[in-house]
């Protein structure tokens, strides 16, 4: 069936380190990509997406890396700060399916100071 | 001003009750989704409206009802409420109708006993 899930439930990594956060999707016909964050009590902050027909992109500290070969998606986080403690998602938008996006189980990320 | 905004944030009530949540964006979005956010914090979409039509109908039991009185407004009544119905849930909007870039509201806890 249709999916997207996460290698790591969770991840704990040390203020001023580089962050990984995988995702694995399985439907082909996905075509665009989202991470979200969300802090507790809060609604998924967008942070970054791309689209498939892109394996690289480039935000402020994050950089979505997609694999289709392998249907991987990874969010990377540079000099990982206090304020990026959150749950993040990855999301799959499948070709017309109406804009119908599939999330992820979510991985929790922990920085320590 | 908040881009996407919902009412109430918390809504307490007894199983039975009838209730509504409301959501308002003035991003100028032409899409607009919920979403229910179950205890394990997994994202699930319920609905979607594409200038006040509906568009994605998920299977989701008809005690659930929303409505669109126009583009800027997304409600989502729910009838006879149950126990199982307790969850955060979530709007969202986009530009178009793909799914691209969705931003979500802050979000309605919803505790049903």
């Not at chain 2, 009838?18 to 205890?39: A, F, P, R, V």
Request: with cysteine; proline share 4%; net charge neutral.
């Amino acid at each position: 069936g249709e999916s997207v899930g996460l290698h790591l439930p969770t991840l704990s990594v040390q203020e001023g380190d580089n962050s990984i956060i995988n995702c694995a999707y399985s439907n082909s016909a996905s075509d665009y990509f989202i991470w979200y964050k969300q802090e507790s009590g809060k609604g998924p902050q967008f942070i970054i997406d791309i689209r498939s027909n892109m394996d690289k992109r480039q935000g402020q500290r994050v950089t979505v890396l997609l694999n289709k070969t392998v249907k991987h998606l990874s969010l990377q986080i540079a000099a990982t700060q206090p304020g990026d403690s959150a749950v993040y998602f990855c999301a799959e938008n499948i070709n017309n399916q109406g804009g119908k996006l599939i999330f992820g189980q979510g991985t929790e990320l922990s920085v320590k100071p | 001003d908040t881009a996407v905004s919902q009412t109430p944030k918390y809504l307490v009530t007894q199983m039975g009750n009838d209730k509504s949540i409301k959501c308002e964006q003035n991003l100028g979005h032409d899409t607009m989704y919920w979403y229910k956010q179950d205890s394990k914090k997994f994202l699930k979409i319920m609905f979607s409206y594409n200038n006040k039509e509906l568009i994605i109908n998920e299977t989701v039991p008809n005690r659930f009802s929303p409505k669109s009185p126009d583009k800027a407004h997304l409600n989502l009544h729910i009838n006879s409420l149950e126990l199982g119905d307790s969850a955060v849930y979530f709007c969202a909007t986009s530009p178009g109708q793909g799914g691209y870039e969705q931003y979500f509201g802050p979000g309605t806890r919803l505790t049903v006993t």
